[in-house]
C-alpha cells in the first residue's frame, strides 16, 4: 500500500455551528508519520475540529489546508480518499453484518457502476484481521460489543486507505488491553505507511505515551501545544481541568503521567 | 499472503451469499413472465395458458407462427388483458422501489411512497379533475391523471422546499412537513369529496385505486418515468446502503449527501407519481414489499431494489387478478386485495425470522 503524503494545516480558523463560534483562530499543523494527539475538557471542541478536518462542517472563517490546498476545493469522494474519519460511537444500521460495514470503507475508491472486487474483499479481510475483527465478519452489527465495533470502525478506516486518519475517542469503549493494541496498531501504521493521524483522547496518560505532539484544547482556543511533555504539566492540568499537582514522570520511559487522588486534588471539597 | 481458515470462512460466506442473491433475481424474472402469462389467460373468457404465449410471441419481430386461434382471442389478449397487466405490473414495480428508496434515505421502516405528500397532491388533483365542469374527453384524454401528476410533484417540491435549511434538508424536517402538509391537502380532499355532490362514487373509487380502465396509451406513459426512475435508483444502490451510516459517516465515506437525497427523492416521486396519476393510490404495496424482500434476502440495496422491483410487480399482478376474478364481473377495490393478501404473508415472514431486519 504506497500512499500520497499528506500534510494537515488549520490557518485562523474558527469553527462552530449555526454561525455560532466554538473555537476561534485555531492555528495548527500535522506532518506525515506524525501522532497528533486532541487532548482538553469535555466540550472543548475536539470533535468539531475532526468535523471540520472532514469537512462535515465548513470553518465560519479561516482555511484548512490538505498539502497546502483548500480543502472546501476538492470533491467530496476525492477527499474521502485522503481522510478518514473513526467516529465516536455512531449509528450503525443493524441489519448488516460487520463485513458489509467494513467493506463500505471502499465507496470512495469504486465508480458508479461499481461493486467490491476480489481486491477490495482482500483490503477487507487484511484490515479485518489486523484489527482482530474477522471472526465478527457475517456477525450483524447489533450483536456486537461497544469494543467489538470500535475496533470494526478501525477496520473500515484502513480499508478507506486514506493518507489521514481523524480519530474520536478511539479507546473510550475498550478495555485497557484493547486501548494499547489499537494504539500500538495506529502507531505502527502511522510510522510504516506515512501517516498523518490526529486523534482526539480523553485519556491523558495514552495521549503522553503514543502522541509525538499534543494539542491542549480549553475555553475554544489552543491552550497549548508541543510535546507530551510541554504540554502535560501540573501548570496546564491545573489550569485547564482544575486539577492539581498530579503530574508525574512515568516510572519506565519518564513521560507524563497524571495520578489522581482526591486528596491531592485540592480544587475539590469534600463536604 | 496466507489467512487463517476462520478469517477465510464469513467471507465466503459473503460470495455464496451474492451469488444466491442474483439467482433470486434470475429466478424472480422467470416467475414475473409466468405470471404475465397466467394472468392474461384468466377472465370472463379462459384462454389456454399455450395459446396466450402462442399469440404474444408471434408478435415478437422475426417469429413466424401460423395463427390457431380466433381473432377475438388475439384482441382479448393483445388490447384488453396485456396492457392491464403490464401496467399493474409497473405500478407494483414502481411502488415497492419507491418505498424502498423511502424507507433507506428516511433510515425508517415505516416509509412508504407516500410520505412526502405525493398521495394526498395527487388525490386533489385527482378531485379537481373530476370536479371541473368541462368533460374533457372530448378532447381526447382525461384531464384527471393530468392533474393527479402535477398535484403530486407540487405537494412533494412544496414539502422539499418548506423542510429546506439553508444548504441541508434534515429528513426528520422533511418527513414532519410531509404529514403536515398532507394532513392539510388530505382535508381539502375529504371537504371536496363531501361536497362533490353525484360525483362522489367516481371520485372515491379513483382513490381506492383500480386498473379497471388501463390501456396502452397509459402504459405508454407511464413506462419512461417508471424505467428511467427505476434505473437512476438502482445504479444509486451502494450509495443508498452507505446513506444507511448516519449522515455525517456517509460524507466522510465520500458520499455528496444533500445532492443524493435530492436525486433519489425526484427519482422516487416521479415514478410514484407517474403510477398514482393512472391507478389512483394504491397503499401497502410499497411499504411491504420492500420489506418482504429484506426478510428474505438482506438489507444490501444492490440486491434489495431489483428484487423489490420483480416482488412488487409479481405482487401487484396477483393482487389484480385477485381483485378482477374472485367477485366477477364485480371488481374489487385494489387496495383492499393488497392489504388482505399480503399482509398475513407479511406478519408470516417477520414472525419466521426473528433477527434485525432494518
Redesign the interface.
Given at each position: 500500500m504506497r500512499l500520497k503524503v499528506v500534510e494537515l494545516e488549520m490557518q485562523s480558523a474558527s469553527l462552530g455551528y449555526n454561525h455560532r463560534p466554538v473555537l476561534q483562530d485555531i492555528n495548527f499543523k500535522a506532518l506525515p508519520r506524525e501522532l497528533v494527539g486532541l487532548i482538553g475538557p469535555n466540550g472543548s471542541g475536539k470533535s468539531t475540529i475532526i468535523k471540520a478536518l472532514s469537512r462535515v462542517i465548513q470553518p465560519l472563517s479561516g482555511r484548512i489546508l490538505l498539502d497546502g490546498k483548500d480543502m472546501t476545493k476538492i470533491p467530496r469522494q476525492e477527499l474521502a480518499r485522503l481522510v478518514g474519519v473513526v467516529p465516536q460511537m455512531p449509528l450503525l444500521p443493524s441489519a448488516f453484518t460487520a463485513l458489509e460495514i467494513v467493506l463500505m470503507g471502499r465507496n470512495p475508491h469504486l465508480g458508479l457502476l461499481q461493486s467490491e472486487s476480489q481486491h477490495d474483499w482482500a483490503i477487507a479481510r487484511q484490515a479485518m484481521t489486523k484489527t482482530d475483527t474477522h471472526t465478527l465478519a457475517s456477525r450483524r452489527v447489533n450483536e456486537l460489543s461497544g469494543g467489538e465495533i470500535q475496533c470494526l470502525l478501525i477496520a473500515r478506516v484502513l480499508v478507506q486507505e486514506t493518507s489521514v486518519i481523524l480519530l474520536d475517542e478511539p479507546t473510550a469503549n475498550l478495555d485497557i488491553g484493547r486501548q494499547v493494541e489499537i494504539l500500538d496498531l495506529i502507531k505502527k501504521l502511522c510510522v510504516e505507511n506515512n501517516l498523518t493521524v490526529l486523534a482526539a483522547l480523553h485519556d491523558l496518560n495514552l495521549a503522553a505515551q503514543y502522541c509525538n505532539r499534543l494539542l491542549l484544547i480549553n475555553e475554544g482556543r489552543i491552550h497549548a501545544e508541543g510535546t507530551p511533555s510541554e504540554v502535560i504539566t501540573n501548570r496546564n492540568v491545573r489550569e485547564v481541568y482544575g486539577a492539581g499537582n498530579c503530574v508525574y514522570a512515568h516510572p519506565i520511559n519518564g513521560l507524563p503521567t497524571v495520578l489522581l487522588s482526591t486528596s491531592q486534588n485540592k480544587s475539590i471539597q469534600i463536604l | 499472503?496466507s489467512?487463517n481458515p476462520?478469517?477465510?470462512e464469513?467471507?465466503g460466506?459473503?460470495f455464496s451469499g451474492r451469488r444466491t442473491r442474483l439467482f433470486s433475481i434470475l429466478g424472480l424474472s422467470v416467475a414475473l413472465v409466468a405470471i404475465v402469462l397466467l394472468a392474461t389467460s384468466v377472465g370472463s373468457v379462459h384462454i389456454p395458458i399455450l395459446t396466450t404465449f402462442s399469440v404474444l410471441v408471434a408478435k415478437l419481430p422475426l417469429v413466424d407462427i401460423a395463427q390457431t386461434w380466433q381473432g377475438t382471442v388475439e384482441t382479448i389478449v393483445l388490447e384488453i388483458r396485456l396492457p392491464r397487466v403490464i401496467l399493474a405490473g409497473l405500478v407494483g414495480a414502481a411502488l415497492a422501489t419507491a418505498g424502498a428508496t423511502y424507507q433507506g434515505l428516511f433510515?425508517n421502516p415505516l416509509a412508504d411512497p407516500y410520505l412526502i405528500g405525493v398521495a394526498q397532491g395527487a388525490s386533489l388533483g385527482a378531485v379537481i379533475g373530476f370536479l371541473l365542469p368541462i368533460t374533457w374527453h372530448n378532447l381526447g384524454f382525461s384531464i384527471i391523471p393530468l392533474l393527479a401528476f402535477i398535484g403530486a410533484l407540487v405537494a412533494t417540491a412544496v414539502v422539499y422546499g418548506l423542510a429546506r435549511v439553508g444548504k441541508t434538508v434534515p429528513v426528520t424536517t422533511l418527513i414532519l412537513a410531509g404529514v403536515a402538509l398532507g394532513a392539510l391537502l388530505g382535508s381539502i380532499v375529504s371537504y371536496l369529496i363531501i361536497s362533490s355532490g353525484e360525483k362522489m362514487h367516481g371520485i372515491v373509487f379513483w382513490l381506492m385505486g383500480s386498473f379497471s380502465l388501463s390501456q396502452w396509451s397509459e402504459v405508454g406513459i407511464v413506462l419512461p418515468y417508471v424505467a428511467t426512475g427505476t434505473v437512476v435508483i438502482i445504479?444509486?444502490a451502494?450509495?443508498l446502503?452507505?446513506m444507511?451510516?448516519?449522515e455525517?459517516?456517509a460524507?466522510?465515506?465520500?458520499?455528496?449527501v444533500e445532492r443524493l437525497k435530492l436525486i433519489l427523492l425526484a427519482a422516487a416521486t416521479l415514478i410514484t407519481a407517474a403510477s398514482v396519476s393512472f391507478v389512483g393510490t394504491i397503499g401497502f404495496v410499497g411499504i411491504i414489499t420492500p420489506h418482504a424482500v429484506?426478510l428474505i434476502w438482506?438489507?444490501?440495496h444492490?440486491f434489495l431494489l431489483p428484487l423489490s422491483v420483480l416482488a412488487g410487480a409479481i405482487f401487484m399482478i396477483l393482487a389484480d387478478l385477485v381483485a378482477r376474478t374472485v367477485l366477477a364481473p364485480t371488481e374489487i377495490p385494489i387496495g383492499v386485495i393488497t392489504a388482505i393478501c399480503g399482509a398475513p404473508f407479511f406478519l408470516y415472514l417477520l414472525r419466521r425470522r426473528k433477527?434485525?431486519?432494518?
Open positions: - | 499472503m489467512f476462520v478469517a477465510n464469513p467471507i460466506a459473503y433510515r445504479i444509486l451502494r450509495m446502503n452507505v444507511q451510516l448516519d455525517e459517516q460524507q466522510q465515506l465520500g458520499v455528496n429484506r438482506g438489507a444490501d444492490r433477527k434485525a431486519i432494518f
